[in-house]
C-alpha cells in the first residue's frame, strides 16, 4: 500500500523521507520489511501520503 500510494502520488523515496524528517534509507527498509516502525512514523507516512492509518486484529 505505501508504495503503491507514493508511487501515486509521484514521490520518489526520497521526497517521501523529506516530507516526514527522516532519510531515503528509512523508506527504503519500511517499503522492503525489514524496518519496524513506530506508530509515530507510520502516522507521518499516512499525513504524507494523504491516507488514514488502520490498524486491526484479527482472530487467530
Known sequence: MI???RIERGLSQKELARKIGTKQSAIS?????????????????????????KISLAEK
Open 3 to 5: 508504495i503503491k500510494r
Open 29 to 53: 527498509r519500511l517499503e522492503s520489511g525489514t524496518y519496524n516502525p513506530s506508530l509515530s512514523f507510520l502516522r507521518k507516512i499516512g499525513e504524507a501520503l494523504d491516507a488514514k492509518l
